[in-house]
């Protein structure tokens, strides 16, 4: 245990401002039976390492409410909700499931209401239509109150401007209904094409990639849930809407993506069957006539190799087996460049008849081991043999 708490000591003090190491220390010593290391570990990372984030304040509050401290927990949440992170969706829902967990429905309610009462004070909050929508769901969840829970989603529409996160909400919580359903098509109907028709007395922020889901959505909604006419009257909409206007861009590539495919297809098709001689065969048909004509009628142009010609590099194989003694190896390479006037006069007319022989250059004597002491046979002299064969 000493060892995993240095291990984990040496983690902090490289990764102190990351709180998923602060997390995981403090689950490896719960799991090892030490709460005290624990706690101690806790406060460390609450209270001075990484005390501006969110993250470990929120898994301080969950972390306390497992060990029974209700009170901490609480004031861990509320830390998050004043100071650290004021408006975090995240704390709120937690929070608020906190207190449901614990008997306190209505504790619950005040916090969702109270954190949407400070997010209208914002202008132009992001957090706020998401807001009424975890609330209006979290009312029918938990409580069932469906009229209570359509009124949030109503008194939302009239404070927040059209989104989709909200709409979405408003479909959703009618297909969530339970038997009989009751659902105002033509109320939904209406803030829809609000949303995706966008005019100078309704407009919007959103993009048309949202507009274009959330007309997906109430199709899929309306299929379900709709008559044939509203059907009939929604496919068109979002027919004209969305479908002449997708980029020029996109529908290339989509082209030029199948286009390849295709040739692609055809290319396995027709090679599938051939090897690759015979396709090549196929693709330049008088390439064998020509192949045949050029090179498959012609003689072979290399003489035989007479026996005096093999006999000749027998030999000077043989007078190179002297190699060993250097003043030999002088010698008899001296004699052996010595060419016949008789071939050479055929061969190159311009060139002199012979070269003079050239005198042997004395080499050095070194001393060998064992080699040296002993005087190599001496190798008869052949007769020097021409370079070249009679046909040149």
């Known amino acids: 245990m000493n060892q ?40 460390r990372a609450t209270q001075v390492f990484v005390k501006r984030q969110p993250e470990i304040h929120i898994f301080s509050a969950r972390f306390k409410e497992q060990t029974a401290d209700i009170d901490g927990a609480r ?58 929508a975890q609330y209006s769901l979290f009312v029918y969840m938990v409580s069932g109150n469906a009229e209570k829970a359509r009124g949030i989603l109503v008194e939302a529409l009239e404070h927040v ?7 979405e909400a408003l479909l959703h919580f009618e297909a969530i209904q339970s038997l009989p359903k009751q659902v105002d098509i033509d109320f939904l109907d209406s803030l829809v094409v609000k949303f995706i028709m966008p005019n100078l007395e309704n407009p919007t922020v959103a993009s048309a990639t949202e507009r274009e889901e959330l007309s997906c959505i109430y199709l899929e909604f309306l299929n379900i849930f ?11 909409r979002h027919a004209k809407l969305f479908l002449p206007h997708r980029s020029t861009s996109e529908l290339r590539k989509r082209h030029t993506e199948d286009f390849l495919a295709s040739d692609k297809t055809k290319m396995s098709k027709s090679y599938s069957g051939l090897s690759p001689a015979q396709s090549l065969m196929g693709a330049y048909p008088n390439a064998q006539n020509q192949w045949a004509a050029s090179y498959g009628v012609q003689p072979q142009a290399w003489p035989p190799v007479t026996q005096a010609q093999g006999q000749q590099w027998t030999t000077g194989y043989t007078q190179q087996a002297a190699y060993g003694a250097y003043p030999a190896y ?23 008849a012979a070269y003079p022989v050239q005198p042997a250059v004395p080499q050095q004597n070194y001393v060998q081991p064992v080699a040296a002491t002993v005087a190599p046979a001496q190798q008869p002299v052949a007769a020097p043999q021409a370079y070249y064969g009679s046909y040149y």
Request: glycine share 8%.
């Open 226 to 236: 709709g008559d044939v006419q509203s059907i009939k009257k929604a496919e068109g």
């Open 161 to 167: 401007q059209l989104s989709k996160p909200l709409l």
């Open 4 to 43: 995993v708490v240095k291990l984990y000591e040496r983690c902090v003090i490289a990764c102190a401002n990351y709180p998923e190491y602060w997390i995981r220390y403090v689950l490896c010593m719960e799991s090892s039976g030490s709460m005290d290391l624990a706690n101690n570990v806790l406060a």
């Open 330 to 352: 002088g010698t008899s390479y001296a004699n052996s460049q010595v060419p016949t006037s008789a071939q050479q006069s055929t061969a190159y007319g311009g060139y002199p």
């Open 75 to 132: 004031a861990a949440y509320q830390l998050v909700h004043t100071e650290i992170s004021p408006g975090l969706l995240e704390a709120i829902i937690r929070h608020a499931n906190m207190e449901n967990r614990l008997g306190n429905l209505e504790g619950a309610f005040f916090l969702y209401e109270q954190a949407i009462a400070v997010e209208k004070g914002k202008e132009h909050s992001q957090t706020l239509p998401m807001l009424f």
